[in-house]
């Protein structure tokens, strides 16, 4: 079974960092991307970062661009979401999920798997 699992959420300070991990069991990232999105109480789902298969391309929504990056280490089939100078806008549950194909897709419904999310909170 594909199976996302999320770790490393919790408390930072206002333009503090944090990373998240997301392993994946089940499948590799040979054909599948990667991607974060998150979702903060009271609003719609939104795509965070993604990293292609295909050439190991990445994309990031406008409001991280240039905080957050989206390394990923394929021996340990772990795709990790590098986030700088934190926002309390940056307070959601985020979401790590694996689409059905190579490249980045441009909905986030069209993510097949999907982790159980890990809370991220920035508060002073």
């Known amino acids: 079974q594909f199976q996302p699992v999320e770790s490393g959420g919790g408390l930072v300070h206002p333009g503090g960092s944090l990373r998240l991990s997301c392993a994946v069991f089940g499948f590799t990232f040979d054909y599948y991307a990667i991607g974060w999105l998150r979702q903060a109480p009271g609003k719609e789902r939104e795509g965070v970062s993604c990293i292609s298969s295909i050439d190991g391309s990445t994309y990031y929504g406008d409001s991280v661009e240039g905080r957050f990056t989206i390394p990923k280490d394929n021996a340990k089939n772990t795709v990790y979401l590098q986030m700088n100078s934190l926002k309390p806008e940056d307070t959601a549950v985020y979401y790590c999920?694996?689409?059905?194909?190579?490249?980045?897709?441009?909905?986030?419904?069209?993510?097949?798997?999907w982790g159980q999310g890990t809370q991220v909170t920035v508060s002073s």
């Open positions: 999920a694996a689409h059905g194909g190579s490249a980045c897709p441009a909905q986030s419904y069209e993510y097949a798997y």
